[in-house]
């Protein structure tokens, strides 16, 4: 989760960021309010790659997280129920040091297919919420 540190905006919204967002974005991604946790909005540039961010503020200073996601609540569901399958039957099948090897493995692939399609679309909103909330 990559996080920006921006100069105080005590009267900036999650609502107000993710309309700054849409203002910004709004050829390029489809921007929507989600439920997920820690999270405002999400940037999607398609089902497999988007952004999540949340807003939190401090004292002094103003902070938006960043969070490599899937553009979707269901795809996301769905790697989470596989992955749990994937585990269930490497822990009934498998010996314990050949459990570690594959867990490995699995973590891996699933890495790179669920946040490596994100990790070029994290670095554009990191650059554009450096810029536009500086």
């Known amino acids: 989760m990559a996080k920006v540190v921006v100069s105080h905006h005590p009267e ?18 489809e921007i929507y309010k989600t439920k997920w946790p820690g999270l ?6 398609s089902t497999w790659s988007g952004v999540g961010v949340g807003l ?10 960043l969070q490599g996601q ?3 609540i269901l795809v ?3 790697w989470v129920l596989l992955i749990l399958m994937w585990l269930a039957t490497i822990f009934v099948f498998y010996p314990a ?13 699933f890495y ?18 450096e810029q536009e909330f500086k």
């Open 70 to 72: 899937s553009g979707s």
């Open 12 to 29: 900036l919204t999650a609502e107000d960021a993710m309309k700054i967002f849409q203002s910004h974005f709004t050829d390029k991604y």
């Open 97 to 109: 040091r050949d459990f570690t090897q594959h867990f490995i493995l699995m973590m891996l692939f």
């Open 76 to 78: 996301m569901k769905f």
């Open 40 to 45: 405002d909005f999400v940037v999607k540039k």
């Open 112 to 129: 790179s297919v669920i946040k490596g399609p994100s990790h070029r679309l994290v670095k554009e909103i990191k650059a554009f919420v």
């Open 56 to 65: 939190k503020k401090k004292r002094n200073q103003t902070t938006f997280y």
